[in-house]
């Protein structure tokens, strides 16, 4: 049996203790990377916060970029299977809205990569070319998905020469900016701003739906409106 990352687990289900040394040194980095920014953080201020030594840290990533770059793979890999469009129109919308919300919740929970992107693809070939190949593979899920919404008749396409591509790239561009944006203007550790983020996709969105989509469970979204960004003093 194995994990969705691959890791194998043991027979009680559990992961082998390297493997759960190797989550806990991540867990600890991603917490010092928000918290700080990466290029204020060492691996050796990871090793102390994840309560191991330099050496096993070294053992399981020879470098602070691995350890970014497993970072950035984690926060790929949660966003796989949101976009997968099923066959009632309704039911794809509301799918729509959630997973808005969801990107904007993962977002925040890795915002230091929001914040940092730019400088660390710069920094980092391997990093930009994995990043690459996110957005290739991203933007395909989020125009098949499109393209179902489209041909269900709850969505329609840009009126020509834009295409419905081209409206996927200024949701990306939305949704990877937002944290960068709200580091200069807000604070990206405020959940309602964060959210704001998810409000403004929708905006980009929805003159394109034909159909509203049904609000989500609770009323999260719409409550989000009543938070504004706030400048940071």
Do not use: C
């Not at 916060?49 to 050496?55: K, R, T």
């Not at 497993?70 to 949101?82: G, I, K, P, R, T």
């Not at 159909?211 to 400048?231: E, I, K, L, N, T």
């Amino acid at each position: 049996m194995s994990t969705r990352s691959g890791a194998p687990r043991t027979r009680q289900g559990r992961l082998p203790k390297s493997d759960l040394t190797r989550r806990r040194i991540l867990e600890a980095a991603l917490r010092l990377f928000n918290e700080r920014g990466s290029s204020a953080v060492s691996t050796n201020h990871i090793a102390a916060e994840a309560g191991i030594s330099p050496g096993n840290l070294y053992y399981h990533f020879r470098d602070k970029p691995e350890i970014i770059r497993a970072l950035h793979a984690d926060y790929a890999a949660a966003h796989e299977d949101l976009w997968q469009p099923g066959p009632d129109a309704r039911q794809n919308l509301a799918t729509l809205r959630q997973n808005v919300a969801t990107g904007m919740d993962l977002a925040a929970a890795y915002r230091f990569l929001g914040r940092e992107i730019l400088a660390l693809l710069q920094a980092d070939p391997q990093l930009r070319a994995s990043y690459q190949a996110v957005y290739e593979r991203r933007l395909g899920q989020w125009l098949a998905f499109g393209d179902q919404l489209v041909a269900q008749g709850a969505a329609r396409a840009p009126r020509p020469p834009r295409t419905t591509a081209d409206l996927a790239v200024a949701i990306w561009l939305v949704s990877e900016n937002w944290l960068s944006f709200l580091d200069v203007t807000g604070d990206p550790a405020d959940p309602a701003q964060v959210a704001r983020g998810a409000d403004l996709i929708l905006a980009v969105l929805e003159p394109y739906l034909t159909a509203a989509p049904p609000p989500p469970d609770g009323g999260q979204a719409a409550r989000s409106h009543r938070h504004p960004v706030a400048s940071k003093e």
